[in-house]
């Protein structure tokens, strides 16, 4: 059973940082594309970044760019998500998702995802 596990989230004030990891549990495996999406309290799932495995993140959201850097161990199987300067507006969960496509940052072409982990940005 592909198991993906988000940590790093917590909360913070506005101007501050976290930096969220993912990795596969129980196995070790490098997928060619991986991503983070966040879902808010009554809206949409959202894709914020999206990183190939060679190292070519070709997404990230329009509202985190420049603040948000997404990259990848693939010794370690490790995704990460560097978050600075958070606004309130990022307050969100954000989820590690796998087996999809990097480019258009959409959650339906994930196949796998975890279970999400809480980021609450406080003005």
């Known amino acids: 059973q592909v198991q993906l596990v988000e940590s790093g989230g917590g909360s913070v004030q506005a101007g501050g940082s976290l930096r969220l990891s993912c990795a596969p549990s129980?196995?070790?495996?490098?997928?060619?594309?991986m991503g983070w999406f966040r879902q808010a309290p009554g809206k949409e799932r959202e894709g914020v970044a999206a990183?190939?495995?060679?190292?070519?993140?070709?997404f990230y959201a329009d509202s985190v760019k420049g603040r948000f850097t997404i990259s990848r161990d693939n010794a370690k199987f490790t995704l990460y998500l560097e978050m600075n300067s958070l606004k309130p507006e990022d307050t969100a969960m954000y989820y590690c998702?796998?087996?999809?496509?990097?480019?258009?940052?959409?959650?339906?072409?994930?196949?796998?995802w975890g279970q999400g982990t809480q980021v609450t940005v406080s003005s």
């Open positions: 998702a796998a087996g999809g496509r990097c480019d258009m940052g959409r959650a339906g072409d994930f196949r796998y």
């Open positions: 990183i190939y495995s060679g190292g070519v993140s070709p």
């Open positions: 129980g196995y070790t495996y490098n997928y060619p594309c």
